[in-house]
């Protein structure tokens, strides 16, 4: 078959319940209910490492990130590990980003206009170098923003960011909407549209915040207060917004006959607690809120409107579901699950259990802790670093307020030997991936770091070059 364009929405932080087709009370989400109907909703999709670094690292590799090429936050996507990109390349795509990347922070990498205005920019306003950019090739990106009224972002090779004018998801999905209505080329081409909406800080276009807190309506485990209802409603006027912008992008792509053939996805990189069990603007924990998150998948004439599928779909299932969809050869090193039969509505048994995780926390404070786990249809266990456990019957329990770790000995000790059987089968390293399998460098990178290395580690002439030579 003719390959079809293919685009990635991914959103930063929003919960998989929030949406009006999954049951949330409050919020409207028009467009992403029509992805929904249109297509397949997989209501039971998680985010398998629910921190920004390691979960996006696992989106485009199809590798659980304690042995992937992203193991930790601010951890880099390695220089010649296989990506989403570097397949799809190789069957003839063309590739483009725009947004949110944050698998690249090189501390040095400050531009000269960022070194001489540091008050201007944000924390990590640091330039992608190419090779850690996973082999996307047309690059409208940054690594961390957190400021979506003050954004800013790396055009192509360009050494010096560039501001954006408004509204972080407005200003990105007009960018990708102007990069797709002039897109002429004769390959098939591989978007991804990645916007930080809703993480925090909790900032929303006027005109969208429109809900009372008061007035909402929340969930059993929520620990009401006003400011955690006011950082709610703010909350869902993001999600809100990302949904009139997800609308916007279709309707483009539904005016162009150039891309009447387009596989879209919408996922997020993990959730939110929001007020739920007391935490706000956290994730980094095994609770639903946090690894719970949309992921709806439409493409017409190829997957056929259905009702919501409960299977356990795992971020780490997307590449491979993606590669399958198209009917392409999934590489031996990835670990994921190719979803692409549930979609077709055809046969499918999917996985009993996902593997859940936290590597590589970024240790902010003592409660930032790494933990394992692993989720099946009813039941969720996590073992912490500490030694502590978590066991909740989800079937009972969906809002997770009864640890049985301490009383259900017999549940405890299945769901641990089925997390260690999960372990089991992921723990191999991960350089031979990059030994037999590595998408070798097109380039050297661009060092806008100004200074000389005071490192050990090789550096050649063919991997980087000074911005002064």
Sequence with gaps: MSLPHVIYILSDEHYGGAMSHAGDPNVRTPRMDRLAEEGVSLSRAYSNCPICTPSRGTIFSGRHAHCGPVQSFFDVYKATAPSTATLLR??????????KWHCGVVRDQNPPSVRDNPESFTAWPTRTPEYHRGGFQDWHGFEVNNAPFAGFYYHRDESDPRRMDRYQ??????????????????????????????HFPLEAPDEYERFDPEALRVRENFVDSPEMREKLATYYAMVENLDHNIGRLMDALDRLDAFDDTLTVYVSDHGDFMGSHGLINRKENPQEESVRIPALFHWAGHIPARPPRPDLFGLVDLLPTTLGLLDLDIPPHIQGRDFSPALRGE???????????????????LDFLDWRGVVTRDWKYAFYETGHELLFNLA?????????????????KRMRALLLDQLGSTREPYFDVLIEHGAPLEHPVLDVGGR???GIAPIWPDCVRRANS
Aim: glycine fraction near 8%; charged fraction near 30%; charge should be negative.
């Design 347 to 365: 046969s499918f048994a999917g996985p009993d259990a996902q593997l859940l995780e936290m590597s590589g926390n970024p240790r902010w404070r």
């Design 396 to 412: 009972e329990d969906p809002c997770e307020l009864d640890n049985l770790a301490d009383r259900d000995d017999a549940n405890r």
């Design 169 to 198: 998801t407005d200003f990105l999905t007009d960018l990708a909407i102007d990069y797709i209505e002039s897109y002429d080329g004769d390959t098939p081409l591989f978007l991804v549209l990645s916007v930080e909406p809703p």
């Design 452 to 454: 000389e290395s005071g």
């Design 90 to 99: 190789d069957a003839g795509y063309h590739t483009a980003y725009f947004g």
